[in-house]
């Protein structure tokens, strides 16, 4: 059994950054592809960014909404996701999931909140 648990949510301020972090427990997996997803109240969930292939900077793409604003990154053991926000506004205000696939198996964690005041 594989669970994601991420962390590094919180409320800042418009302008503000946060890192959240994605960390795998339960048994050994490398994911393939690790992306970030975000759920505002009333919305459908929608794709931030994701990452494919090996350790360092891996295949990127973003949600056009983060592009240049937020980085997405993992470790070399294909195990953590990282997704730097920077320069958030209000309309960012969301839970931000995690999500990890390994060949046909997807795991999702539970979300953390990302509250941004104006």
């Known amino acids: 059994q594989v669970r994601l648990a991420e962390s590094g949510g919180g409320l800042v301020q418009s302008g503000g950054s946060l890192r959240l972090s994605c960390s795998a427990s339960g048994r050994i997996v490398s994911f393939t592809t690790m992306s970030w997803y975000r759920q505002a109240p009333g919305t459908q969930r929608e794709l931030v960014a994701a990452i494919t292939g090996g350790g360092g900077e891996g295949y990127t793409r973003y949600a056009d909404f983060a592009k240049g604003r937020f980085t997405i990154s993992r470790d070399k053991a294909l195990r953590t996701g990282y997704l730097q926000l920077n320069n958030l506004a209000p309309e960012d205000t969301a839970i931000y999931y995690c999500?990890?696939?390994?060949?046909?198996?997807?795991?999702w964690g539970q979300g953390t909140q990302v509250t941004v005041s104006s």
């Open positions: 999500n990890g696939r390994e060949g046909p198996l997807e795991f």
